[in-house]
C-alpha cells in the first residue's frame, strides 16, 4: 500500500499564493486517481481537486479557477498549487490515492489563510 506524505502548508494572507506537495512512498503511475481533500474546523472533510491516471483533472466549485492539480511521476509527486486564496480556504489538506487495493491518504497539512 502506497504511503503519502504532503507538505507546503502554512501560514500566508489572503490573495496570496502557495503550493502543496504529495510525495509517494512507490510510483504513481498506474494510481487510478490521485486527490486533495480538506476540512476545516467544526466541517466535514471535502473534495477539492482530482487528477486521474489519465491525466484528467476536475476541481470543486470553490477553487476553479484558482487551484490547479498536477503531477510529476520522476518525483513521485501530486501539487496543489493555489492562488487567490481566501480566508475560506483555511483547513487542514489531505492527499488521497486511489487504487484497486483502496484508498490511502496522507497525514494532512495546514492551511492558514490571514486577512
Known amino acids: 500500500q502506497v504511503q503519502l506524505v504532503e507538505s507546503g502548508g502554512g501560514l500566508v494572507q489572503a490573495g496570496g499564493s502557495l503550493r502543496l506537495s504529495c510525495t509517494a512512498s512507490?510510483?504513481?503511475?498506474?494510481?487510478?486517481?490521485m486527490n486533495w481533500y480538506r476540512q476545516a474546523p467544526g466541517k466535514q472533510r471535502e473534495f477539492v481537486a482530482t487528477?486521474?491516471?489519465?491525466?484528467?483533472?476536475n476541481y470543486a466549485d470553490s477553487v476553479k479557477g484558482r487551484f490547479t492539480i498536477s503531477r510529476d511521476y520522476a518525483k513521485n509527486t501530486v501539487y496543489l498549487q493555489m492562488n487567490s486564496l481566501k480566508l475560506e480556504d483555511t483547513a487542514v489538506y489531505y492527499c488521497n490515492a486511489v487504487q484497486e487495493s483502496g484508498r490511502t491518504w496522507g497525514q494532512g497539512t495546514q492551511v492558514t489563510v490571514s486577512s
Open positions: 487528477i486521474t491516471s489519465g491525466g484528467s483533472t
Open positions: 512507490t510510483r504513481i503511475f498506474g494510481i487510478n486517481a
